[in-house]
């Protein structure tokens, strides 16, 4: 939270993965395609994320960060985009 400055409970969470799905449109490599995943969210207007602490809506970031990696890891490719209407 960018108000309170403490972190969600989600934030500390530690999961094992075997795969990564990636989106490849519009990208040109798969390096690409990895720094656009692992990329900062910005959470803000109408996608601000909800406080337990301060009991409202702010602005916040999201991010995935990658502590360890298994033996093998799948990359999906992802090559369609759902837009709903």
């Known amino acids: 939270c960018s108000t309170c400055g403490k972190d969600s409970a989600a934030s500390s ?7 990564l799905e990636l989106n490849i449109k519009d990208f040109k490599n798969l390096n ?8 900062t969210e910005e959470l803000s207007g109408e996608n601000q994320y909800f406080c337990e602490s301060c009991g409202c809506r702010v602005d916040a970031t999201r991010c995935i960060k990658l502590q360890t990696l298994p033996v093998v890891l799948n990359f999906q490719l992802k090559r369609y985009v759902f837009l709903p209407k």
Do not use: G, V
Not at 32 to 39: A, G
């Open 13 to 19: 969470k530690i999961e094992d993965f075997y795969e």
């Open 32 to 39: 690409e395609s990895l720094d656009d995943y692992l990329s």
